[in-house]
T-cell receptor, first 112, second 108 residues
Framework: ETGVTQSPTHLIKTRGQQVTLRCSSQSGHNTVSWYQQALGQGPQFIFQ???????GRGNFPPRFSGLQFPNYSSELNVNALELDDSALYLCASSPRGLETQYFGPGTRLLVL | GIQVEQSPPDLILQEGANSTLRCNFSDSVNNLQWFHQNPWGQLINLFY???GTKQNGRLSATTVATERYSLLYISSSQTTDSGVYFC??????????FGKGTTLSVSS
């Protein structure tokens, strides 16, 4: 059984640019959630996708957007990057419902 | 929104010692998970425990849902146990709300 994978592992961008992060969910999981973890903090919920529809969103501006594909993989897009967007971005997958969320290794984004 | 508080924020132990980490939450939940974040940032699932008690090797956890707290016990600590331990809760099956974590350092 393949776990949650994310790409790329590291990324450096400059302020104002756009970035796309990718996540492949664990086999059999149809729900994907994205989290942002700033240095020294706990992860913060960005949004969740279930069967290609957004199914909940945290307190993040609209320049954070996402997609989920028919195979349940997902993308996180961030437009107009700001310095404060520098963080570890984590993707988690779960079966539908109140089940355990399994996290990928994350993508470290640095915005200069 | 729901608040999650973890204590202590930092813990320093000698190898072989036991420890208890606490997680308090401000409202009823139907999902509670404990994670260990390794130095590379990977969040490793330890327990899914919205109520009751579970054990896995040297680790065990207890959640008392009616009193809104959970405890993670680590026995016979090893240096590989070092890292940050997070408690996370959810109410409606979507967002996990994380505490600020407990940073554990185990020295040999």
């Amino acid at each position: 059984e393949t776990g949650v994978t994310q790409s790329p592992t590291h990324l450096i961008k400059t302020r104002g640019q756009q970035v796309t992060l990718r996540c492949s969910s664990q086999s059999g999981h149809n729900t994907v959630s994205w989290y942002q973890q700033a240095l020294g903090q706990g992860p913060q919920f960005i949004f969740q996708y279930y069967r290609e529809e957004e199914n909940g969103r945290g307190n993040f501006p609209p320049r954070f957007s996402g997609l989920q594909f028919p195979n349940y993989s997902s993308e996180l897009n961030v437009n107009a990057l700001e310095l404060d967007d520098s963080a570890l971005y984590l993707c988690a997958s779960s079966p539908r419902g109140l089940e355990t969320q399994y996290f990928g290794p994350g993508t470290r984004l640095l915005v200069l | 929104g729901i608040q999650v508080e973890q204590s202590p924020p930092d813990l320093i132990l000698q190898e072989g010692a036991n420890s208890t980490l606490r997680c308090n939450f401000s409202d009823s939940v139907n999902n509670l998970q404990w994670f260990h974040q390794n130095p590379w940032g990977q969040l490793i699932n330890l327990f899914y425990i919205p109520s009751g008690t579970k054990q896995n090797g040297r680790l065990s956890a207890t959640t008392v849902a009616t009193e809104r707290y959970s405890l993670l016990y680590i026995s016979s600590s090893q240096t590989t146990d070092s890292g940050v331990y997070f408690c996370a809760v959810a109410q409606a099956g979507t967002a996990l709300i994380f505490g600020k974590g407990t940073t554990l350092s185990v020295s040999s």
